[in-house]
């Protein structure tokens, strides 16, 4: 049985499915045998294809890890500014922009893990993340290869961040109205004086690395207070 009718097939396919993933360049110079050429390096492609699952598997892993690092931090705030005493106030510098606010975070923390992001977005509650593209060039005598692999990925989100847009309309709204801000919403809620504080569950686990490992899940706080809310509203 012909050896080259048997391999050709079977290294078609393989490239065919590493092309799922990213393309391939190969350039062979003055070979009188390209199948034989290519043969004899076809450890150097399937090495390439390693290196590009290598590299996609710890960006996956720290755009993940970066992500619970910043719902973390995003939840021990309460996405104000520290001389805000975790109040929210509308009309003011302790107004939070919750999405902009995590996006900052999140581009610090996947910075930390050695990543830089080309484009960041939230959309339906997941976090897409840009990357440089994967690169592997190898050039030998007659034989060039170049493996590039796009790197995009995407992570849902741990902390319903819609819901929290959502909330915030609706609390500003009811603000707007002169109502009792602890009645315009389902959310729970403590009362102490004038002081509301709103406490949003989660039920997705995080997993945070401080002094040691830990899984938890996020939860969070925010105040308002009822009568000082930033927003001069005529009551009926």
Same mark, same amino acid.
């Given at each position: 049985?012909?050896?080259?009718?048997?391999?050709?097939?079977?290294?078609?396919?393989?490239?065919?499915?590493?092309?799922?993933?990213?393309?391939?360049?190969?350039?062979?110079?003055?070979?009188?045998?390209?199948?034989?050429?290519?043969? #004899?390096?076809?450890?150097?492609?399937?090495?390439?294809?390693?290196?590009?699952?290598?590299?996609?598997?710890?960006?996956?892993?720290?755009?993940?890890?970066?992500?619970?690092?910043?719902?973390? !931090?995003?939840?021990?705030?309460?996405?104000? #500014?520290?001389?805000?005493?975790?109040?929210?106030?509308?009309?003011?510098?302790?107004?939070?922009?919750?999405?902009?606010?995590?996006?900052?975070?999140?581009?610090?923390?996947?910075?930390?893990?050695?990543?830089?992001?080309?484009?960041?977005?939230?959309?339906? =509650?997941?976090?897409?993340?840009?990357?440089?593209?994967?690169?592997?060039?190898?050039?030998?005598?007659?034989?060039?290869?170049?493996?590039?692999?796009?790197?995009?990925?995407?992570?849902?989100?741990?902390?319903?961040? =819609?819901?929290?847009?959502?909330?915030?309309?609706?609390?500003?709204?009811?603000?707007? !109205?002169?109502?009792?801000?602890?009645?315009?919403?389902?959310?729970?809620?403590?009362?102490?004086?004038?002081?509301?504080?709103?406490?949003?569950?989660?039920?997705?686990?995080?997993?945070?690395?401080? !002094?040691?490992?830990?899984?938890?899940?996020?939860?969070?706080?925010?105040?308002? =207070?009822?009568?000082?809310?930033?927003?001069?509203?005529?009551?009926?």
């Amino acid at each position: 049985m012909n050896k080259k009718a048997i391999f050709m097939p079977m290294f078609s396919f393989f490239v065919l499915l590493i092309l799922t993933y990213g393309y391939y360049q190969l350039i062979i110079n003055e070979s009188q045998d390209k199948y034989k050429l290519i043969g #004899l390096n076809q450890a150097e492609i399937i090495k390439s294809y390693d290196k590009g699952e290598e590299y996609l598997f710890n960006a996956e892993n720290a755009v993940k890890y970066a992500s619970y690092k910043s719902i973390d !931090d995003f939840s021990k705030t309460s996405v104000v #500014l520290e001389k805000c005493n975790n109040l929210w106030k509308f009309n003011s510098d302790c107004e939070p922009n919750l999405e902009k606010t995590f996006l900052e975070l999140f581009k610090s923390d996947l910075q930390d893990y050695g990543y830089n992001a080309k484009e960041i977005k939230i959309q339906d =509650n997941s976090i897409i993340v840009i990357l440089d593209n994967f690169n592997y060039q190898k050039e030998l005598s007659k034989f060039k290869l170049e493996y590039n692999l796009p790197v995009k990925i995407k992570q849902e989100l741990a902390i319903d961040l =819609n819901k929290l847009n959502k909330l915030k309309e609706k609390i500003k709204k009811c603000a707007q !109205d002169g109502k009792d801000l602890n009645t315009c919403t389902d959310e729970k809620t403590k009362v102490e004086g004038d002081i509301i504080t709103f406490t949003i569950e989660n039920n997705k686990d995080i997993l945070i690395y401080t !002094d040691k490992l830990e899984t938890k899940k996020p939860i969070f706080v925010f105040k308002i =207070n009822n009568k000082d809310n930033g927003i001069r509203a005529e009551v009926f």
